[in-house]
């Protein structure tokens, strides 16, 4: 069958879209493939992924699951710290080749979300042109989820599946193996994906209208066997190997912090359009979503009911909702952009279901007259529905992505100047020597020939967040490594006044509303050896380790005080909370609800 114009538009655009995914990576690739200067290439990923290309890296030459050489650890997603493995395997011990490879396969992952999410919304065995446009769009906005480096690249493999299968709810619980293998893979990509599992089975019963039978009961066990074999596999290996049977990660983002205190976090999930805004500010996601609830609600009063794309919407809602729940209750952290892999699909449904909104509200009003009159495939409706979404984010999306692909490619500027960039420029420095690193640790890790520990925790090893948690955290840190140099970025760090004046450095400071510093140091000011500023707001401090000194009653006091009055993150990265008063009033009330679980 001769393809319509519709999918040779459709295939041009996923064609376009790839060479502009991979432009950032070839055309310095194809000039220095083993010769690229690290600064110039470094912000093609994300800092974080470093943690598990340095991870995979030394698991495949060495045989040790370990970030800084020494201390083992399981603090990352397995499957695609598996499939980073095997890749550095086949391409030998050539970390810039296993760099541009793994570049490669993250960008053709993210294809398939170009290519699949638009029949989605279709609901046709064709896939239009604009709608792919507009998924391109989306995963061009939210590129730290798919084009970046991390394991979210893998998340629209399961999420478009289950999506397809809830278009069909009288095959929801049907081939029971492929669903069970499903949300076993779903759990291995990352272990929060398991919101899909209750999120889903619970569209089945409803929509189904199950009965607990034992016909149900049986095919429901047949579903989770490969889950729960799969979770109980995953558990006992870790523990065997690991001394915990979930990830250290997620154990140092729970450390010192209160339970069910951590809901300010909602303001993350808020702001998880604000990538689509060329103003960054709180009011464009705001006053979006304001948008949507009062379009909703306006043609629901006039037109009644609409049942476009409510189910897969309230599907993914329900999803976030419950990873939502979930960190609130547990962890002590900000939740970061790649955690919100359901966002683009969210949005991707919402700006189909408010622009057949508008055309029925159009309609009702009789405005447009023949301009939104239908064909018999209902060709204009579809145009109308994707022709609005572009025309609302063109702008944005036209904004950021010459900037986003221009990060690939910029050189070694002061002007642009980022942390990682930073880090590789400052490779001399550190060469041969063991350095003490709180976050943005991994591009350093990876490029340059240092010894880095990250003293967050999130690579280390359960033994050293036991010390954290008993309040000998430093002394552990001294008995396992011989530390050189101790590295912070900051806006801003306290200092005791005095002769000299003492540089009070706590790490981390990623707790939200931790009640007590649990890694602290203090440094004459004779052990600063460089301050670098970098960006609009923050600078490196390095110290020399060896001149460490103990921190006296008065450096504990102002830790104390400074923790009473803002909490550590809010005071050393100040930029972070400037004009935003929805995020301070949250972290504030969560404050309140951690301060009531002292003891």
């Given at each position: 069958?001769?393809?319509s114009t519709?999918q040779?538009l459709?295939w041009?655009?996923?064609?376009g ?8 990576a ?8 083993q010769?690229?200067?690290?600064a110039?290439?470094v ?12 991870i995979a890296?030394n698991?495949?030459h ?5 970030f800084d ?15 980073l ?13 296993f760099?541009?490879?793994?570049v490669a ?8 979300a170009?290519?699949?999410a ?17 998924m391109?769009?989306i995963i ?5 989820i798919y084009?970046?480096g ?22 929801m ?6 669903l ?7 759990f291995l990509?990352r272990?929060d ?7 889903y089975l619970?569209?089945d019963f409803?929509?189904n ?19 729960v074999?799969?979770?109980?596999i995953?558990?006992?290996l ?6 915990t ?12 912090t ?9 303001y ?9 805004f ?5 009011w464009p996601?705001l006053l ?13 009063r006039?037109?009644g009911?609409?049942?476009a ?5 309230l599907f993914?809602?329900l999803?976030?909702g419950i ?8 962890s002590?952290?900000n939740?970061?952009?790649?955690y ?7 949005l ?7 622009a ?13 007259g023949?301009l ?9 409706q ?6 609005i979404?572009i ?9 950021t ?7 690939g ?19 001399d420095?550190?060469?041969d020597r ?18 880095v520990?990250?003293t ?7 033994d050293?967040?036991h010390?954290?948690?008993a309040?000998?955290g430093?002394?552990?840190l001294?008995?396992?490594y011989?530390?050189?140099?101790y ?9 005791k006044?005095?002769t000299?004046?003492v ?7 990623q707790?939200?509303t ?12 004779t ?8 960006g ?11 001149q ?8 504990e006091?102002?830790?104390a005080?400074?923790?009473t009055?803002?909490?550590?993150r809010?005071?050393?990265?100040p ?13 504030n ?10 003891p």
């Amino acid at each position: 069958m001769k393809p319509s114009t519709d999918q040779r538009l459709s295939w041009l655009v996923v064609l376009g879209f790839s060479l502009l995914l991979l432009l950032p990576a070839l055309l310095p690739a194809l000039k220095f493939l083993q010769d690229s200067d690290p600064a110039r290439i470094v912000n093609v990923l994300y800092d974080d992924t470093y943690y598990y290309l340095q991870i995979a890296y030394n698991l495949a030459h060495h045989g040790h699951s370990s970030f800084d050489g020494i201390t083992t650890t399981n603090g990352y997603q397995p499957l695609w710290l598996l499939l980073l493995t095997l890749l550095a395997k086949l391409t030998g011990p050539d970390k810039t080749i296993f760099f541009w490879a793994s570049v490669a396969l993250t960008q053709l992952l993210a294809l398939y979300a170009i290519w699949m999410a638009p029949k989605l919304v279709s609901g046709k065995e064709f896939r239009p042109f604009y709608l792919t446009l507009l998924m391109a769009f989306i995963i061009l906005q939210f590129n730290t989820i798919y084009t970046k480096g991390l394991e979210t690249v893998l998340t629209p493999f399961f999420i478009i599946y289950l999506l397809m299968r809830l278009a069909k709810p009288d095959e929801m619980l049907e081939k029971t193996t492929p669903l069970g293998l499903v949300f076993a893979f779903a759990f291995l990509v990352r272990l929060d994906a398991i919101a899909v599992v209750p999120a889903y089975l619970l569209f089945d019963f409803m929509l189904n209208r199950r009965r607990l039978q034992p016909h149900y009961l049986i095919r429901l066990t047949r579903v989770l066997t490969p889950l729960v074999v799969t979770g109980l596999i995953y558990a006992a290996l870790n523990q065997y190997w690991f001394g915990t049977p979930v990830p250290v990660s997620g154990l140092a983002k729970a450390l010192d912090t209160g339970r069910f205190s951590n809901f300010g976090i909602l303001y993350n999930y808020l702001m998880s359009c604000l990538p689509l805004f060329p103003i960054r500010s709180e009011w464009p996601p705001l006053l979006f979503w304001g948008a949507v609830v009062v379009i909703e609600l306006l043609r629901h009063r006039l037109c009644g009911r609409l049942q476009a794309h409510g189910i897969p919407l309230l599907f993914l809602l329900l999803c976030a909702g419950i990873q939502y729940f979930y960190y609130a209750s547990f962890s002590g952290w900000n939740i970061w952009p790649w955690y919100l892999y359901y966002t683009p699909f969210i949005l991707l449904f919402v700006i189909a279901r408010t622009a057949t909104s508008l055309l029925i509200l159009a309609r009702q009003l009789r405005v447009g007259g023949k301009l939104l009159a239908e064909d018999s495939s209902g060709f204009t409706q579809t145009r109308l529905h994707t022709g609005i979404a572009i025309a609302l984010l063109l702008i944005a999306g036209l904004y950021t992505a010459a900037d986003k692909l221009r990060a690939g490619l910029q050189t070694a500027d002061p002007a642009r100047l980022t942390y990682a960039k930073l880090s590789v420029q400052q490779c001399d420095l550190y060469r041969d020597r063991t350095v003490a690193f709180g976050d943005r640790a991994g591009s350093l890790g990876y490029w340059c020939p240092t010894r880095v520990v990250q003293t967050e925790g999130l690579v280390m090893s359960r033994d050293f967040l036991h010390a954290r948690a008993a309040g000998t955290g430093e002394q552990w840190l001294d008995d396992h490594y011989d530390i050189d140099l101790y590295v912070v970025d900051r806006d801003r760090i306290p200092v005791k006044s005095g002769t000299p004046d003492v540089y009070i450095v706590v790490d981390p400071i990623q707790g939200r509303t931790a009640h007590k510093a649990l890694l602290h140091y203090c440094f004459p000011a004779t052990a600063l050896l460089d301050s670098s500023r970098y960006g609009a707001d923050a600078s490196r401090f390095i110290f020399d380790y060896r001149q460490k000194i103990p921190c006296d009653a008065e450096a504990e006091r102002i830790i104390a005080d400074i923790q009473t009055r803002e909490g550590m993150r809010r005071y050393s990265l100040p930029a972070e909370y400037r004009n935003s008063r929805l995020k301070t009033w949250l972290e504030n009330i969560d404050r309140q609800l951690a301060d009531l679980q002292k003891p």
